[in-house]
């Protein structure tokens, strides 16, 4: 799986999806239900990414609580692979590796509070 490529007020964000969608030029295609009604559900979230691309840094896309860190400094990951779960509103975030590396550092620990672009785990 690869990354959808956005950009939102000037800052450029790779998004990872949990489940495959198509993407074709400027459009986006998944699979909807018989009756056209788009739903999305808490779980579909889980497993997203959002973070500045080209970073060495995974950055929290959210504020939240670290419920598990998955990765230590030296470990080789790869894409799409568990680094840390977030916590936020009773909503367990999976936050992935956005792509094949060693990690070089982990800036946080289990219970710990973090805000909006604070940096997990460097590369």
């Known amino acids: 799986a690869e990354p ?5 007020d000037g800052e450029r964000f790779e998004v990872w999806l949990k489940n495959e969608v198509q993407v074709t ?3 986006v295609e998944g699979s909807a239900p018989a009756n056209g009604a788009l739903s999305m559900q808490p779980s579909d979230l889980h497993s997203f990414n959002l973070r500045p691309s080209g ?4 950055l929290a896309p959210i504020p939240g ?10 470990q ?7 680094l840390c779960v ?7 975030n999976v936050i992935r ?4 590396g060693v990690i070089m ?19």
């Open 4 to 8: 959808i490529i956005a950009t939102v």
């Open 25 to 27: 030029g400027s459009q």
């Open 55 to 58: 970073s060495r840094d995974v």
């Open 65 to 74: 609580v670290i419920v598990s860190v998955a990765v230590q400094p030296g």
């Open 76 to 82: 080789a990951v790869k894409t799409g692979q568990e």
């Open 86 to 92: 977030l916590e936020a509103m009773k909503m367990k």
């Open 97 to 100: 590796a956005p792509r094949d």
């Open 105 to 123: 550092a982990v800036h946080v620990t289990v219970g710990q509070t973090v805000k909006h672009k604070d940096v997990l785990i460097e590369y």
